[in-house]
């Protein structure tokens, strides 16, 4: 029980809120483009992108909040690119993801060298990390629970506020809705006349700018440095929590939560002496293992959305061609 | 006829928007794109031994690509290459040091052994895809992950050498991939990857499966019809893709390291899942896509000596290469609007 008390305690979820902070972020800008139906493999290289030119920000202008903006902005320009190529030129979107993966990677060790002369890590140079917020009463209302609220870096705060404003933007706003017909009935929403086109390059936009967040949260909140290929794996985490969640913000979270407490519990079981390489696994085998429990539990509900869908296509088909050739 | 020359063609198009875009980039870290280039050529073809370098980088990438083309043939994106690649190099260094057995069958066991590590480390992303539709993507890059970091603990934590760094005990000798020259590490192994390479284009073209793994790529609907057991034919594609992905590390670690270490063939399998994607999923044109990124590779070693780049420039002309092929419609517009929706839907 020692043990357990010892693994379990407030700094430990304290420490699953910070773990969860980048992957909840970038997962939520996933959520966009799922909702959009597109499926976005390079949240990966938006992230690392994102924290590659936060770190850059923040050394050229001494502000962190204005490395944040570049963060955001490399990773804007990265999402347009997959825009561009995966709607506009309708490429496949499995491969555009992984080749700005490769290329993320790639270019952000190539930069680093090119202006640090090093290989491997950024750290010193003058990098400013965000500061951590203090909530003011946060002590004198939880008492030894304060941890849980106050002390976290921004861009922790930012993260967590998403989600519900996620689940409005879903389910009370024009955009929202525009999203979510473009995702689901594309034929739908081209027959009421709204731009599949613009809508996906919206989400796409909005996707980057999330995952730019989530990035410059890596390198300048979670810690403060850049090192190669850092956001090792979230990206596809998100991903996978992405899947299973259908893109819905609160099931988002929740799954963020799973990962950010394997992640936490991970690093956790290394200061017990356990391999560090067995414990690293943890969150991958974590996200396999949830993966392949979902769609397995998902089977039946898999095969009846098939099946209605292909007779619903059947049935739009006869119907709409009338409609189509004759909007409003 | 015609359109295979406007394939080729676009594809070399392709490739040089791409090497324009990475010129850029290469003025962006201030080096000069012409030192560069002619440093990467000077690199991968300069004299005799260079060019053998070039067809060993190359043998590696070659072998991961055909994995890739018989994925992408039939439907499935089999990115955790790179994963059975490491656990096919553990398992054949295992053989290698772990077992003593006469000279020729010590090879064949320790490669049938990789073969063996690929295929199951893929088997439950391969089932999973096959019976419950769960996205192979997804599954098997977050597999390379595991692999990478279970392969380190089994070097490290278990098979460790004594006093050596991160790495295992030298194999026996007996289980070498024999060298073709004796000026380079240049073996056996580029002939199993051509041999493969070949071997795979005339499964495709002549026999009855063959044709059932294109059909249920590139119509599943149709082949279903036909009365291909489209799960069962799905499950088969990943299996002996990444049994292939495997063999491709046991021949890196028999040819080449002679033992298994820690990131002993990094990027490899992304490199050959890239030349398959280049060659439009032909395993004989992966040939020449493949010494093409062998090229790129080998040269990017004298990049870090003799120019201020760093050798991941090369990793990010080829992810240019793939980024401006898939943008080829902007090159055919004109006579094909769908080109972009059916490259790489085979």
Sequence with gaps: ?328 | MKDHLRAVSGQIIAIGVALLMGAIIILMVGESPVRVFMTLLRGAFGDQEKIAGTLLQTTPILICGVAACIGLRGGMFNVGIEGQLFLGGFAAAWVGFAIPLPTGIHTLAALALAVAAGAAWVAIPAYFRARYNTNEVVSTILSNYVAVLLTSYFTIFLFKRPGGWSETPPILATSYLPEIFTFSRLNWGLVIGLVLAVGAALVFRYTKWGYGVTMVGSAPKFAEYGGVNVKRQGFLVLLLSGAVGGLAGGVETLGVHHRFMEGFAPGFGFDGLIAALLANGSPVATIFTALFFGALRNGSLLLEVDTSASREIITVIQALIILSVSAQVLVRKRGDSQAGERRWKF
Excluded at chain 1, 3 to 24: E, G, H, S
Excluded at chain 1, 69 to 96: T, W, Y
Excluded at chain 1, 141 to 153: H, N, Q, V
């Design chain 1, 1 to 328: 029980m020692e043990i357990l008390d010892k693994l379990i305690n407030v700094a430990l979820i304290a420490a699953t809120l910070r773990t969860t902070a980048p992957i909840l972020l970038v997962a939520l800008g996933g959520s966009f483009t799922t909702k959009a139906g597109i499926f976005n493999i390079g949240l990966e290289g938006q992230m690392l992108v994102g924290a590659f030119f936060a770190v850059l920000g923040s050394i050229g202008t001494g502000s962190a909040f204005a490395g944040v903006a570049c963060g955001v902005a490399a990773a804007l320009v990265f999402a347009l690119v997959f825009a561009i190529l995966v709607v506009s030129f309708k490429a496949n979107e499995v491969v555009v993801g992984l080749a700005l993966n490769i290329l993320a990677g790639g270019m952000t060790i190539s930069l680093m060298k090119a202006i640090f002369g090093t290989r491997g890590s950024i750290v010193g140079h003058g990098i400013v990390g965000l500061p951590k917020v203090q909530l003011p009463g946060a002590r004198d209302l939880l008492g030894s629970w304060a941890p849980l609220i106050s002390g976290f870096t921004p861009l922790v705060y930012v993260a967590f506020i998403a989600v519900p404003l996620l689940v409005l933007c879903y389910n009370r706003t024009r955009l929202g809705l525009y999203i979510r017909v473009v995702g689901e009935k594309p034929e739908a929403a081209e027959a009421l006349g709204i731009s599949i086109t613009r809508v996906r390059y919206t989400a796409s936009l909005l996707c980057g700018l999330l995952a730019g967040l989530a990035g410059a949260h890596l390198s300048l909140g979670y810690i403060t440095m850049f090192t190669e290929n850092m956001s090792s794996g979230r990206g596809f985490m998100a991903v996978a929590i992405l899947i299973f969640s259908n893109g819905d913000p609160l099931k988002v979270l929740a799954g963020c939560l799973l990962f950010g407490f394997a992640d936490a519990f991970s690093l956790r079981l290394q200061t017990f002496g356990y391999p560090s390489y067995l414990v690293l696994t943890v969150p991958y085998v974590v996200a396999l293992i949830a993966l392949f429990a979902l769609s397995y539990r998902a089977r039946p509900r898999v095969i009846a959305e098939t099946l209605e869908s292909m007779r619903k296509l059947l049935s739009v088909d006869k119907s709409a061609e009338p409609g189509g050739k004759n909007p409003q």
